[in-house]
């Protein structure tokens, strides 16, 4: 019963939706600021993707070479 | 002469007695290359951060760089760059080299690779003298701040592969226990790094 109520508790805070700005600087800082947090997230996100696939396809081709040559 | 039971024994798994062993195949890419590739992944996002913090930080502020902070020179880091640029070219020559067999001469190019490093580094240890000098501090501006974050991470960076390179061509074809051209291509890998990120700090923190 407890657990119950519990989950109608917050349920119920679906009823009264507001915005959340979990970053005070990323909505009220200039528009300049605004662009260079999307971009070096943008940056940050893709580089590690970029460099580990970058690293694994020119492993395959060393070792793809090395199975051709014997 | 008659041999024991236990002589026996160690005659009988002596090396000459047991099966050849088919010779294990050396893998195409060494194991000292992949740890520094995965190395300089972790190198990359380092320096990312920087930057990132850079940009961010920057990009808030009306005016840069703030008034009454002392200008970067400009000049003499770009012939410190290009410095550091020969000394990236001659590693790679000096990795032709070793390629090639030539052991002798590729370690001499080596030894002016590791020269020309260590001159940019004690020039940009003169340019940090003077701009603390001229009253450019970490704690008189962020711009300061993140001028000596940024710039001194790539110094450490510097000073630390030089002290590896150095002991590298020290051990090349040293007369006990020398170390091969192909160990000594991890380190390379990490100066063509050094090298490499040196142009992008530069065009970010002096021309931008």
């Given at each position: 019963?407890?657990?119950?109520?519990?989950f109608?508790?917050?349920?119920?805070?679906?009823?009264?939706?507001?915005i959340v700005?979990?970053?005070?600087?990323?909505?009220?800082?200039k528009?300049?600021?605004?662009?260079?947090?999307?971009?070096?997230?943008?940056?940050?996100?893709?580089?590690?993707?970029?460099?580990?696939?970058?690293?694994?396809?020119?492993?395959?081709?060393?070792?793809?070479?090395?199975?051709?040559?014997? | 002469?008659t041999?024991?039971?236990?002589?026996?024994?160690?005659?009988?798994?002596?090396?000459s007695?047991l099966?050849?062993?088919?010779?294990?195949?050396?893998?195409?890419?060494?194991?000292?290359?992949?740890?520094?590739?995965?190395?300089?992944?972790?190198?990359?996002?380092?320096?990312?951060?920087?930057i990132?913090a850079y940009?961010?930080?920057?990009?808030?502020?009306?005016?840069?760089?703030?008034?009454?902070?002392?200008r970067?020179?400009?000049?003499?880091?770009?012939?410190?760059?290009?410095?550091?640029?020969?000394?990236?070219?001659?590693?790679s020559y000096?990795?032709?080299?070793?390629?090639?067999?030539n052991?002798?001469?590729?370690?001499?190019?080596?030894?002016?690779?590791?020269?020309?490093?260590?001159?940019?580094?004690i020039?940009?240890?003169?340019?940090?003298?003077?701009?603390?000098?001229?009253?450019?501090?970490?704690?008189?501006?962020?711009?300061?701040?993140?001028?000596?974050?940024?710039?001194?991470a790539?110094?450490?960076?510097?000073?630390?592969t030089?002290?590896?390179?150095?002991?590298?061509?020290?051990?090349?074809?040293?007369?006990v226990?020398?170390?091969?051209?192909?160990?000594?291509?991890?380190?390379?890998?990490?100066?063509?790094?050094?090298?490499?990120?040196?142009?992008?700090?530069?065009?970010?923190?002096?021309?931008?």
């Open positions: 019963m407890a657990l119950f109520l519990q109608i508790i917050v349920l119920s805070f679906s009823l009264f939706p507001r700005e979990a970053c005070a600087v990323c909505f009220s800082g528009e300049e600021s605004l662009e260079a947090f999307y971009l070096t997230t943008v940056l940050l996100t893709l580089l590690p993707l970029v460099m580990l696939s970058l690293i694994g396809y020119w492993l395959y081709r060393q070792y793809r070479k090395e199975e051709n040559v014997s | 002469m041999t024991t039971s236990s002589q026996s024994v160690l005659l009988a798994t002596s090396e007695s099966p050849r062993q088919p010779k294990r195949a050396e893998p195409p890419v060494s194991s000292g290359v992949i740890g520094m590739l995965l190395f300089m992944v972790t190198e990359v996002m380092f320096f990312g951060a920087l990132s940009l961010v930080i920057r990009a808030g502020l009306d005016e840069w760089p703030p008034w009454g902070q002392p970067l020179p400009i000049e003499t880091t770009a012939i410190n760059t290009l410095v550091l640029l020969v000394s990236g070219f001659l590693m000096s990795r032709n080299l070793f390629k090639k067999k052991i002798s001469e590729g370690r001499k190019w080596f030894g002016y690779s590791i020269l020309l490093g260590t001159f940019f580094f020039s940009q240890g003169y340019e940090w003298a003077q701009l603390i000098k001229f009253g450019l501090t970490v704690s008189s501006s962020v711009y300061g701040g993140l001028f000596y974050l940024i710039i001194g790539h110094g450490f960076h510097v000073i630390g030089l002290a590896f390179l150095i002991y590298a061509w020290n051990r090349l074809g040293a007369p226990n020398p170390i091969t051209s192909e160990e000594i291509f991890p380190v390379q890998l990490l100066w063509y790094f050094v090298v490499c990120v040196w142009p992008v700090l530069y065009v970010l923190v002096y021309l931008d």
